[in-house]
């Protein structure tokens, strides 16, 4: 199989690779040289957030809720209408 390389440097991995390879929309991949020429590409394995940064998150839009709440403000948006919303989407 053989995929070209773009301008920016980027390929599409082949579908066949990338289901022989477990790799799936959003996975992260290692790319290395190997010492006789050609390049190994190898799913990544999956990387743990990091806890205590997540905990910071959760507790400042937890904060951020709370505040708007004691202020009155009432969310009756759905799912849909927020991914809309925050995406930027008509």
């Not at 790799?23 to 050609?38: K, L, Y």
């Not at 709370?66 to 989407?89: C, I, N, P």
């Amino acid at each position: 199989m053989s995929t070209k390389v773009t301008v920016k440097g980027q390929v599409t991995l082949p579908k066949a690779v990338r289901e022989a390879a477990g790799i799936r929309p959003g996975d992260r991949v290692s790319v290395r040289a190997r010492p006789e020429g050609g390049v190994l590409v190898e799913r990544s394995e999956a990387q743990q957030p990091d806890a205590a940064a997540v905990r910071a998150a959760r507790d400042k839009i937890e904060r951020a809720l709370a505040t708007l709440d004691r202020k009155g403000v009432k969310f009756e948006m759905t799912t849909d209408e927020w991914m809309r919303l925050l995406r930027g989407d008509d």
